[in-house]
Nanobody, 122 residues
């Protein structure tokens, strides 16, 4: 599976961004997708995960009600709509894929995109 993340940028607190992750390679129904983020000095943190049908979704508590993950099985693209952004959301955001399930542990993901920087100014 090859993953290409895009959509990061600089935004003021309270603003919005939408990240995209385009997948290619294995059939989409055979793996699960996740978004992670990593800020300097911190471990890579799970943000949200989804299966390709969109029937299973999982968020970390800190983004619930602000972020929305979605999938387009035709375009083989997963999105992360981020609203009400806070300075603490500043990080490099990565999309990832694994064949096991909706998992929060980065070590269990087999495929990673290149990361896209999100910077939220106060």
């Amino acid at each position: 599976v090859q993953l290409q993340a895009s959509g990061g940028g600089l935004v003021q607190a309270g603003g919005s961004l939408r990240l995209s992750c385009a997948a290619s390679g294995r059939p989409s129904g055979t793996y699960y997708m996740g978004w992670f983020r990593q800020s300097p000095g911190n471990e890579r943190e799970f943000v949200a995960g989804i299966n390709w049908s969109g029937s299973s979704i999982y968020y970390v508590d800190s983004v619930k009600g602000r972020f929305t993950i979605s999938s387009d099985n035709v375009k083989k693209t997963v999105y992360l709509q981020m609203n009400s952004l806070k300075p603490e959301d500043t990080a490099v955001y990565y999309c990832a894929a694994n064949a096991r399930g909706l998992l929060a542990q980065a070590a269990l993901y087999d495929y990673w995109g290149q990361g896209t920087q999100v910077t939220v100014s106060s």
